[in-house]
């Protein structure tokens, strides 16, 4: 979970960023002059919303190790640290993707990946995961981080996350210039005023909240796809089902939203909308299913 949830908050901080730098640049009042055009608007959104998708996934890995405090090691610290990284090696051969870096972070049971690219990512694991589950489970956790490594995952949930920004910022300027020129009778010669502000920034909350809900749902539907990922990557399913009903039966450890999407504990089934995880009883039934094939 970890992973998506540093993602998203990262996401909606470098947007906000970007909006205000607009604003002060005076990019909202040129573009709301002589009337709205359209085209122009578009591809500034465009930018926008892309400009702070990528942004993100880019400055995902130091992100993450700063949000954990988590240590990087080579495998040299002791016999469990060697197995770690020999076991992430492993499976990323198999995988076909780089090594990735391999990180340790004091925590309740949990692991996730992320970066940018597939041949340059980190794939982090928590000491409470360690020390919980048994060595067959935990290499079922890794190949099922390493598979949304292998998948692109993270870039796919930034192309999807810039689309929405992309809309988001759009619909917010063009919702935000007619109620400024309708309600607040908004008469400047630059087309500005307090009503379009007002809108803009309500309008861009509330629409992102939405656009967080598409996200989710792109982010559980790749979770499916990771746990097959680790049941190919360990030749069964039947390592990832054990990890996934060792979860179920304990509280896994937090992630920061950017880092969510790419963990591997369940979502918040009271707000089932905004999950990142699909329910623990579904994955395992997925992949219970896919083995009777």
Known sequence: MKRVFLLIVTNIAVMLVLSITASILGVDRYLAANGINFGALLIFSALMGFGGAFISLLISKPMAKFSFFSHVTEGTENADAQWLVA??????????????????????????????????????????????????????????????????????????????????????????????????????????????????????????????????????????????????????????????RRLGAMHGGPLPQSLQAFGITEGSRFLGLFASHPPIEERIAALEGARAQ
Do not use: C
């Not at 780089?98 to 004091?106: D, L, Q, S």
């Not at 917010?172 to 009503?195: L, P, T």
């Open 87 to 244: 076991t992430i090696r492993k499976l990323a051969e198999k995988a076909g993707i780089g090594m990735p870096e391999v990180a340790v972070y004091e925590g309740e049971a949990n692991a996730f990946a992320t970066g940018a690219f597939r041949d340059s990512s980190l794939v982090a694991v928590s000491t409470g995961l360690l020390q919980s589950m048994t060595r067959e489970e935990v290499e079922a956790v890794l190949g099922h981080e390493v598979s949304h490594v292998a998948n692109g995952d993270m870039v796919t949930l930034t192309l999807i996350q810039g689309v929405v920004n992309t809309f988001v910022i759009f619909l917010s300027r063009v919702i935000g210039y007619i109620v400024d020129k309708a309600i607040f009778r908004n008469e400047r010669d630059d087309g500005f005023g307090i009503g379009y502000m007002i809108t803009v920034y309500a309008l861009q909350f509330l629409l992102g909240i939405g656009a967080s809900i598409i996200v989710a749902w792109f982010s559980r539907q790749r979770e499916f796809r990771a746990d097959a990922g680790s049941a190919h990557l360990l030749a069964t399913p039947r390592p990832m089902v054990a990890a996934l």
